[in-house]
């Protein structure tokens, strides 16, 4: 099949899909939620702050009904912005995520206008010709190293419109660039080992020291990340050779328009001096951000920081001017404005449920099925309870305090060690993310590769069961160990 076929005259409509946009699917989750306040019994736990976890924990055997608060049209429709924030006190909720989508595509928008991006990228082809396939697994390894050590997930959309651009001037697709980033962060927040987002506050949580259960926890991570990275490798070479087996092939030759803006097209491959002095000012910035989450405790309003000084330090450099600086900056920051809004409808979506009160209730239920199992059903049941809640609580964190106060002492009971329970836990959580439609990241990650949420289902379900089969294997054997 020609390109030609494969695509339409309009890049809009090559990149066009029947199937629903992130923003309507999010905003039926919100309805679909709604209704289930209405039917699901409002129920609460006494929580106590424990002070290691620097959070309010759910406490064991306290679970009580409260009067039931339905949520309604009003609340459906002012979700998307309780999303943000809550309208009624201003606390913040994701509008901090937000504005560093913001500030990063500004930061993006000044990088592209310098022109040592595409240049550079045609420098990396030029130099790993022959060689390109093995970008996929140092990429992905990197990746899963900040996974596994302080949760890498919001900070990785930071990569999407570098990282794309690369992969796909390598002749593969855009959801090999996107399998890259988020697949490799996600298979490391799998297989947590010292990330204080997951391992450490459901340990915590749990009442036991993080390091228990680690060597398990390694063999998830070291195999998990062989698993996707074969995978990957697969996946690419495979249409590379013919790129009509592409989950996308019919977007390809949009997407090339899009990501490489015409860069293939030129022979030059020098770096000017202003460009390599702006390369290494991109790659500072980047090291800078990982250093601040990692040892700093920096968070969005400071990694936004860093990216428009940034901004304005490469602009400067590169003499762009004040017009040009602002105009690209105000140009990069509206690329990623629908990513923006996304953010705000996936928070919206837990917004409805906390307000519902029906979480508590879903963990009750769970504490009373499990009480008394043997070892292994026990343990593998944990592990599909944490899946379905992790769809309504994405973030890891927020899992860990909900559940593991209630779920970890059950392990008491059926001779589990709680350590297992927190891989359990954390697994789950790392699964459902490579997929999950109220997660921030897998619909932002989505947005800025142009990928629709079918294709990536169409892509990655037979490494989900893969991964789930594999994960099912090792904490099963840690139940008899």
């Not at 809009?12 to 199937?19: G, I, K, S, V, W």
């Not at 919100?30 to 929580?47: D, F």
């Not at 790993?128 to 140092?138: A, D, F, N, Q, S």
Request: charged fraction near 15%; glycine fraction near 10%.
């Amino acid at each position: 099949m020609s390109d030609e076929k494969l695509t339409s005259s309009k890049p809009e409509e090559d990149l066009a899909t029947r199937f629903p946009t992130a923003y309507s699917i999010l905003f039926l989750l919100i309805i679909l939620v709604a209704a289930l306040t209405w039917i699901i019994p409002a129920g609460q736990y006494e929580r106590t702050m424990n002070e290691e976890v620097g959070r309010e924990i759910a406490v064991p055997g306290t679970y009580v009904t409260v009067d039931s608060n339905p949520q309604g049209f009003v609340d459906v429709m002012l979700a998307p912005t309780a999303g943000f924030y809550d309208p009624d006190s201003y606390v913040a909720n994701a509008i901090d995520v937000a504005l560093f989508v913001l500030f990063l595509g500004g930061f993006l928008g000044v990088i592209n206008a310098t022109g040592a991006i595409d240049t550079g990228i045609r420098n990396v082809m030029h130099r790993l010709k022959g060689r390109e396939i093995w970008m996929i697994p140092i990429l992905m390894t990197l990746f899963a190293l900040g996974g596994t050590t302080y949760g890498m997930a919001e900070e990785t959309l930071a990569f999407y419109a570098i990282l794309i651009p690369i992969i796909i001037a390598a002749g593969y697709d855009a959801i090999t660039g996107v399998a890259v980033i988020l697949i490799g962060a996600g298979i490391g927040v799998l297989g947590s080992t010292i990330n204080p987002f997951a391992t450490v506050i459901a340990s915590n949580a749990a009442d036991i020291p993080f390091t228990d259960g680690i060597v398990l926890r390694l063999v998830l991570l070291i195999g998990g990340l062989v698993i996707c990275s074969v995978y990957v490798m697969r996946y690419a070479k495979r249409i590379k050779l013919d790129p009509t087996r592409s989950v996308v092939a019919r977007q390809q030759n949009a997407h090339r328009k899009l990501f490489l803006q015409g860069h293939d097209e030129l022979e030059n491959f020098d770096l000017s001096g202003t460009q390599k002095i702006t390369l290494v000012i991109f790659a500072l910035t980047f090291i800078a951000m990982i250093w601040g989450v990692s040892s700093q405790g920096w968070w969005m309003a400071r990694m936004g920081a860093l990216f428009f000084g940034s901004a304005i330090v490469i602009g400067i450099i590169s003499r762009l001017g004040e017009k040009k600086l602002t105009s690209s900056f105000v140009d990069g920051a509206r690329d990623l404005l629908g990513v923006a809004l996304v953010v705000g409808l996936a928070r919206g979506i837990v917004v409805i449920m906390e307000q519902g009160m029906i979480a508590d209730t879903i963990l009750h239920s769970a504490e009373s099925t499990l009480g008394g199992l043997p070892e292994l059903t026990f343990i593998n049941l944990i592990f599909w309870i944490e899946v379905g809640m992790s769809f309504f609580v994405p973030s890891s964190s927020g899992l860990a305090v909900l559940s593991m106060p209630i779920l970890a002492p059950l392990g008491d009971f059926a001779d589990v060690g709680r350590d297992l329970v927190v891989t359990a836990y954390q697994s789950a959580n790392g699964l459902v993310n490579l997929i999950n439609p109220t997660f921030a990241v897998v619909v932002g990650g989505l947005a800025i590769g142009r990928i629709s949420y079918d294709r990536w289902l169409v892509f990655i379900w037979p490494l989900l069961l893969i991964l789930t089969v594999f994960i099912s294997a090792v904490i099963s054997i840690g139940a008899f160990l």
